[in-house]
């Protein structure tokens, strides 16, 4: 697989991206905005077909980042699709209408890191107990100079 | 193979009563609708994976799920290694199969005693598990334990296997390949166990895509995916081995892909040892001295599909975040399309196809009325329910 | 009645109960049916319901989810009951002690007969566990049943 020309090829379809990074060998990461998410797990996961593999959630210093996995398996790539949220406005549209097994991940995030996926079909506690208070995220950290 | 007689001696799994992951709502004996109820495992595995160095998590994350212990550890140190830029001696990359590949055998063969058990036939379970037990040996001569086996370390492994124990190891191989001929030969013509099998629990190559499901679960509906072969590591590009796929998706072809993987990886393992022969013995491992910053993304064929770990460092001796995904968090939400629509009494056999872990595949069933909303059945009654279906067929045929 | 005459009345029923494990323990419960180890020639076996039982294993970690099923399970047990925690996770907690959702080692949660500490314990571990509880050497205890 040409990677270069998958690279170009994907910043012509869609000229908006905010970066594209090969971070290893067969690994890249794709960096979009909130409203092109849509529109490239579209391309990938219905055109291109690629599997759909996990979605995985981090509290950075900038923000909260979402990144979609998507694996290629026919050139073994893993395509990694980045979305970085506001601290202050962590919201994003569900891609459960796209991808049907993103459900359970989105409401785990939800759980955990208190990200609000919008128009999701079933956006219940998932993880968590029952008693487990209801503004307490475990995964988010509180930010003071010097930490990571 | 004769037919055998079977002797109900008691619900052998240990089954939990009360906390039940698996709501199956029902209309008379049909399944209208399923729902998932998760979070009694949730240790926090992630975040407690935080506070441990590189090195240490080797050791939690091989206690995620007991059965999988070699394959997270796999996708783990395939992670970091990629981070670091870390090559890892041939040696360690032959061990590393090996004890993979040996993980896949006892997995497969407690995943046919299961199911074994759920049909009823009580004898194919006792079969399946005493014929693991050589396994189960041979890990604890090559590892130290019989479970949970500690061989990773970042750059290699940590045990080496020496010229004794590799024809131990090929002892044990022709013994699990005699049994495993019998194992397949009783399952695989006993015409009830066709009757049970065949048509239940299918699922299209959509549905796979649809929910990203992996393994023997994706393999026997048509879709050709196996991490091992789509993007090698280890020692799995030096060998010779084949994927095996199906096109029925249904419990019978789940069942025949197990088996038959079951005969790949003895081979594996075979051709692993005789090139273990060439590498010269105790260089099991690069000297690693830190992880840079970055990203790793690794991922291993576990006996249950594709483990998925992301590992992001910071150059500090921690990661900063850890996201694991097991396979059978894909696998297990095609149920909605395995079970919606099938009987009850279809339910226990079509939920154990994907091979969730053990531990979920217990405590999990009710059904319940969906008009009413009342609890009708309970894990063991629906077990029960599926051991009465073979009963009635048998006396049919 | 102590557990000796409990041994001696009948054969011991036990009741499998996982809390929060990864398998490893319950799989070596499992085990320890198979012709290999073979329970039943002691007089045990494994039941569905905690209601039939003398014996209540307990495997993993209590985490909050699983806390209030804990104890409804130990209330519907008959009492006299043994309650034997096998693994490091009932015990202490293990390698998940510093997790999030622990709700504390067992013997927080019910009352506690026995610890079988590993992670996880070989079966034989186990057996000897039953055997000291009961309090007579396997090769008598096989000599009577």
Redesign the interface.
Known sequence: MNIEQYITNLREKFPEIINIEV?????L?VYVSRDQLPLITEYWFNEL?Y????V???DSKDGYEI?Y?Y?D??S?W?M?LSVLLAHDKPEIESMTPI???I???EREIMDILGVKFLNHPKPER????ESWPEDEY??RRKYRQGD? | MGKKTIVP???????????EFFKLYCDGETVVDME?E???????????CE?KTFEQVF??VE?????C?TSHPFAYANAVE??GGVQIPVRAKLIRSIVGELERIHSHL?WVGLAGHFLGYNTVF?WA??YR?PVLDMFEIITGN???YAMFTIGGVRRDIDEAKASQLLQVLDDVKRKTDLLTGAVMDDPVIHARLKGVGTLTAKDI??????GPTARASGVD?DVRR???YAAYDMVDWKVITTTEGDVFAKAKIRLLETYESISIIRQCLELLKKEKPGEIKTKVKDIPA????G?AEAPRG?V?H?V?S?G?NSP??H?I?APS??CI?TFRRSCIGGTISDAAIATAAVDP???CT??MVQAIDYKTGKRIMNA?DIIKLSQKKTEELKAKM | MNIKDLSFKKSLWV????A????????????L????YDVERFGM??????RHADVL?VT??V?N??KP?VL??YE?APKPIIVIAIGACPCTG???A?????AGPLDKVIPVDAYVPG??P?PEAMLAAVMKLLGKPASEQAKES
Not at chain 1, 23 to 27: A, L, S, Y
Not at chain 2, 9 to 14: A, R
Not at chain 3, 33 to 36: C, V
């Open positions: 971070i290893n060998t067969k690994r990461m077909q599997r759909y593999i996990i995985s959630a981090m990144i996995h694996s398996d026919k073994g893993i990694s991808v049907y097994g459900e359970w991940i998932f993880l968590l107990a475990p995964y990571r | 001696i008691g619900p052998y799994h240990p089954l939990l009563e009360e906390p998932w998760t979070g009694y495992n949730h240790r926090g595995i992630e975040k407690i506070s050791y939690v206690r995620i799920c007991g059965i212990s990629s981070i407690l006792m598990w005493k037990e019989r479970n949970s895509h649809d929910f990203g499901a992996v995916i789509d993007d090698p970055g990203i790793g993304i991922h594709e998925f992301y992001k910071d500090s900063v975040r996201k995904r968090y894909n939400t872990c053990y531990c217990e405590r063991t | 009741f499998h109960l996982s929060g494990s990864c398998n490893n323990c319950d799989i070596e419960i499992l085990d049916l198979t012709p290999r076996k494994l039941v569905g319901s905690v294993l993993g970690i985490t989810k699983t099923r409804e399970v519907q293990g390698i998940f510093s997790g999030y959702n622990f992670c996880p070989k």
